[in-house]
């Protein structure tokens, strides 16, 4: 009776490979990964989108934004200019930001999944990301502009924190 019965003999020997992984560099992964597709889907609507429903929905924007500062008698008096002056810079470079913000999230997606892996080589994807999201805000939105300035100041705060969070799971990670 007991030799149809299996036993399982150094079951606790051989662990599954994502329980190597620490558990603060798979809650980074599943950050990133949840910030990558609620980002990327938006991007690539945009780049199929028909541009003159894409500039009109802009338009239409800046025109609610238009009535809402008018109604505000504190607002000062170059921040309407501001915000519009962002959201035509946006509008002109529509198709140009989305097709970028592809490709840069994927590599950083890519980057993720090889950090998930443990393979160092994803930090340093995931940092040329970072830094490519930087530099194509600073590029596309007009640089003297107070909405241009915390879109950058964001988006630097959140990079150089995550870069630093990945970075402390460097140790974990093999060439």
């Not at 603060?24 to 597709?37: A, E, G, P, T, W």
């Not at 930001?97 to 840069?104: D, M, R, T, V």
């Not at 990301?129 to 502009?145: A, H, R």
């Not at 915390?150 to 969070?165: E, G, K, Q």
């Amino acid at each position: 009776m007991s030799d149809n019965i299996p036993t399982f003999e150094n079951s606790g020997q051989d662990l599954n490979s994502s329980s190597k992984i620490p558990t603060f560099l798979k809650v980074l992964c599943i950050l990133s990964l949840v910030n990558i597709v609620f980002s990327i889907f938006p991007a690539i609507t945009g780049v199929f989108q028909n541009p003159v429903d894409a500039q009109s929905a802009l338009d239409d924007q800046i025109a609610q934004m238009e009535q809402i500062f008018s109604s505000i008698d504190e607002m000062p008096a170059n921040f309407l200019n501001e915000m519009t002056t962002f959201l035509d810079a946006k509008k002109d470079n529509l198709r140009i930001e989305n097709s970028g913000l592809i490709l840069i999230f994927l590599l950083e997606a890519y980057g993720v999944w090889l950090m998930y892996k443990l393979k160092r080589k994803g930090y340093w994807l995931y940092v040329i990301s970072q830094f490519g999201m930087i530099v194509l805000n600073y590029f596309i939105y007009p640089s003297s502009n107070i909405f241009t300035t915390a879109t950058l100041a964001m988006l630097l705060f959140s990079s150089i924190l995550f870069i630093s969070l990945y970075g402390m799971n460097l140790k974990h990670m093999n060439d």
